[in-house]
């Protein structure tokens, strides 16, 4: 789904020692779908009659992408947290995805698997970190900025007085650039639209319904997308 949904990068936990607390989505699109017994979701760009599908489980998690020559698989702990992806495309990637976290820092590790098959008897000897992602959170739990080790690029989080996440804004490495922001506009909040630019460009713009759920979208100033959706 054309860069969306992107789940895997935006999740935060805070803990300590003994157990840890509530996990602190920055993803309101993310958090829209938990909960709504959704099954399936189709982005239709009404120009070009291209479909997009997106299967998610009972608790509202994304666990399959059917796009243009692309299908990922992922699955979840209990708190939402993927823990093993699958992606099948032109290259194939297998990852398990491992966490740890101090008080006020919380890491995301993409390990990568020499078995691309998906067969869940990979040993941890055959595993090697590809990525890591570190979030630096408040004492709340609420992140604050995240680094992508792969990239180098620095995201800044910004919030307003109710912590609803405001912009999300990825920096570029080298020369301190906007890469990527996503601006986000709610009333009452509740969550009425989300817009996307990248390289300084306008990219694409989610529209959401009274019911929470995405109910249209604008790609690149162009295309219409329409959404419809199966429940459980």
């Not at 709504?36 to 009972?58: A, C, H, P, W, Y």
């Not at 509202?60 to 699958?86: A, M």
């Not at 990525?131 to 604050?144: K, P």
């Amino acid at each position: 789904m054309r860069g969306a949904l992107c789940f895997i990068c935006l999740i935060t936990m805070l803990g300590c020692k003994n157990e840890p607390v509530s996990p602190r989505y920055p993803d309101p699109i993310a958090q829209s779908f938990w909960g709504r017994k959704v099954n399936l979701m189709r982005e239709i760009i009404s120009e070009q009659g291209l479909i997009d599908s997106i299967f998610f489980d009972s608790a509202g998690n994304v666990v399959l992408e059917k796009s243009h020559g692309l299908v990922r698989k992922t699955e979840y702990d209990s708190l939402h947290f993927p823990i093993r992806q699958l992606t099948m495309s032109e290259f194939r990637s297998s990852y398990l995805i491992k966490y740890t976290y101090e008080e006020n820092v919380f890491v995301q590790h993409w390990l990568e698997t020499a078995d691309s098959t998906y067969r869940e008897n990979t040993v941890d000897e055959n595993l090697t970190e590809e990525r890591r992602i570190t979030y630096e959170l408040d004492r709340n739990g609420y992140v604050l900025q995240s680094k992508d080790s792969k990239s180098g690029n620095r995201t800044v989080y910004k919030y307003d007085e109710s912590m609803l996440l405001l912009s999300k804004i990825t920096y570029q490495h080298q020369n301190g650039k906007e890469l990527e922001k996503w601006v986000y506009t709610y009333k009452d909040k509740r969550l009425l639209e989300c817009e996307n630019h990248f390289g300084g460009l306008f990219y694409k713009k989610y529209f959401f319904s009274e019911s929470g759920l995405i109910d249209s979208a604008i790609y690149k100033q162009f295309d219409v997308i329409k959404y419809d959706y199966k429940f459980w």
